[in-house]
């Protein structure tokens, strides 16, 4: 079974803080995601990447950045949090070669900032 | 601009009834159309895709029925259980712009027991 797990469930940070949000994949998938999941909006794109030390803007990237050192590990960087980052965070991979819909995702970082 | 409008935002079905969810899409460069299913505390998983070049795929009591014409797709839950309570999307996936999946905004389907 494919495996996405995320650094912490739950996760309160102050305004300002930097923030790390970890995504680890245990099947040696080539493409990892980070979206954003709020009520009423869906899931949208933060960042991706293909490779490792690649990284391509999503939909939303404005106050994020990201991180891929390693083939199996994603981060997601909140360079100084605000409240309107408050969301649950979702990381997500796929391999080359299928269709790229067929994304696994972790359970989710959920992020209140205060 | 929402390129995947889903509706409804909810929806209450009894057990045994089908469930139906719609989604409509404008732009022409979509080349797949899956489903996710996601349960409360969990990330979303795939339930079913579909091409256009296909009226309707099945799968179990899953079905999808695309009308390419009206650029429409929807997800039909035949014989509801109430564990097929959850948050469902559909997504397209854009096939010209770095085959990246756009999401619908989502259906919270409860079903009666």
């Known amino acids: 079974d494919v495996k996405v797990t995320q650094s912490s469930r739950y996760l309160v940070k102050r305004t300002g803080e930097k923030v790390f949000l970890e995504c680890v994949q245990d099947m040696d998938h080539e493409n990892m995601f980070w979206y954003r999941q709020d009520p009423g909006l869906g899931l949208r794109l933060i960042y991706f990447?293909?490779?490792?030390?690649?990284?391509e803007k999503g939909d939303i990237p404005e106050g994020y950045s990201v991180s891929r050192e390693k083939k199996e590990r994603f981060s997601l960087i909140l360079e100084s949090a605000s409240t309107n980052q408050t969301s649950m965070y979702l990381c997500a991979s796929s391999r080359v070669g299928v269709p790229s819909y067929e994304q696994y995702f972790g359970p989710g970082t959920r992020l209140t900032v205060t | 601009q929402q390129q995947v409008k889903q509706s409804p935002q909810s929806l209450i079905v009894q057990k045994g009834g089908i469930s139906i969810i719609n989604c409509a899409y404008e732009?022409?460069?979509?080349?797949?159309f899956p489903w996710y299913q996601q349960f409360p505390g969990k990330g979303p998983a795939l339930l079913i895709a579909i091409r256009p070049d296909v009226s309707e795929k099945k799968e179990g009591r899953f079905t999808i029925s695309f009308n390419k014409s009206a650029k429409q797709f929807s997800l039909h839950i035949m014989d509801s259980q109430p564990g097929d309570s959850a948050t469902y999307f559909c997504?397209?996936?854009?096939?010209?712009?770095?085959?990246?999946?756009?999401f619908g905004k989502g259906t919270r389907l409860h079903i009666l027991p």
């Open positions: 732009n022409t460069a979509f080349d797949y």
């Open positions: 990447s293909y490779d490792v030390k690649m990284k």
């Open positions: 997504a397209a996936r854009n096939g010209n712009r770095d085959d990246k999946i756009i």
